[in-house]
């Protein structure tokens, strides 16, 4: 779904945060009152918290930067931005993996295929779980690639992707952010973003996978109150670093991602896992910790010992054993 021109218009001069007269919105965009009204409520449809005090007007509750494909791509090197081939931004969107996965029988060209969303209204996570999606606040963004080899040599994919998400963060100087085995961001033991790798195709090659990352720069409270455990976003860790340091802009954070992303997607052919083990290693925020595993319906306990050089999982059981877990749900358990 994508908003008509005058709603894009509308929330352009909108985003700024201050208030706007109903009469000098309906000179800039040409219309009535009455009608700038009706817009506004079809805004707050899509979740937008839209203020309107007599004698100001309306107001944005929080400025907004949107997402601009133009401003996005300018900012991404020639030299990977060459291996994109096509570039999609949806005002509201179910899932950027679900609209990619469902044209990744249709797409054998081996560049990427980019979708974008200011809103999921069915964004996911893994094992099913509901991905919040609020508008205009976070990063959603999936990449759809066709790799020669089979899914069987993409085991550590998800992994190398993290290591990508945290080089791009560190671009814009975040610092202290981890990665939680297998495919989460996170910060003192919070959750700041998901990945959710999912590969089709035959079992020897070639096959495609779609990459996705969901990355909370900005989640309300009244957004979050669903969400079953502990969140953080990127405004909370910027506040508590005591710099004062201004969040970066969505459009060069989202560039840095897919530059990133693609240096992993690229490569990784001939840069497999091993080649980012030492960093997702350097970056793992488990190592040490006790943890709760869930392994379908079997839960085991026990204490991170890191990961072995294949991406699995290494747990020191309460036995005294170490065991490997190509797969899981990781629980940190409280000291």
Excluded at 124 to 150: A, C, D, H, K, M
Aim: with cysteine.
């Amino acid at each position: 779904m994508q908003f008509s021109n005058t709603q894009k218009s509308l929330l352009h001069l909108l985003s700024d945060g201050e208030f706007h007269s109903g009469t000098h919105l309906a000179e800039q965009l040409a219309l009535s009152r009455s009608a700038i009204w009706k817009h506004i409520n079809a805004l707050e449809a899509y979740g937008l918290e839209i203020s309107a005090v007599t004698g100001k007007g309306y107001r944005l509750n929080r400025q907004l930067e949107l997402l601009d494909k133009e401003k996005i791509y300018a900012l991404i090197p020639q030299a990977i931005a060459a291996h994109i081939k096509s570039f999609e931004l949806h005002d509201q969107i179910d899932s950027t993996n679900s609209y990619l996965s469902a044209l990744a029988h249709k797409e054998p060209d081996s560049s990427a295929i980019i979708c974008l969303a200011e809103q999921q209204v069915a964004g996911r996570g893994r094992r099913g779980r509901t991905w919040v999606s609020p508008f205009g606040s976070n990063i959603y963004l999936s990449i759809l690639w066709r790799f020669e080899q089979g899914p069987a040599s993409l085991s550590g994919l998800s992994l190398a992707i993290g290591v990508a998400v945290i080089n791009a963060l560190k671009v814009f100087h975040i610092k202290n952010v981890g990665l939680k085995w297998p495919n989460d961001i996170y910060w003192q033991q919070k959750k700041l973003g998901g990945i959710l790798v999912e590969v089709s195709g035959e079992s020897d090659g070639p096959c495609s996978a779609v990459i996705g990352l969901g990355l909370n720069l900005y989640l309300a409270e009244q957004d979050a109150t669903g969400i079953e455990q502990d969140w953080v976003d990127l405004q909370q860790i910027l506040n508590a670093s005591g710099q004062q340091q201004a969040q970066p802009s969505r459009n060069q954070l989202v560039a840095a991602l897919i530059e990133q992303l693609l240096q992993v997607t690229r490569h990784y052919s001939s840069q497999p896992f091993a080649y980012y083990r030492d960093r997702w290693r350097e970056y793992d925020c488990m190592q040490g910790q006790a943890i709760s595993l869930f392994v379908g319906k079997m839960q085991v306990e026990g204490t991170v010992q890191g990961i072995d050089d294949e991406g699995l999982l290494l747990l020191k059981t309460e036995d005294g054993r170490v065991q490997r877990f190509a797969s899981g749900e990781v629980s940190f358990r409280k000291q």
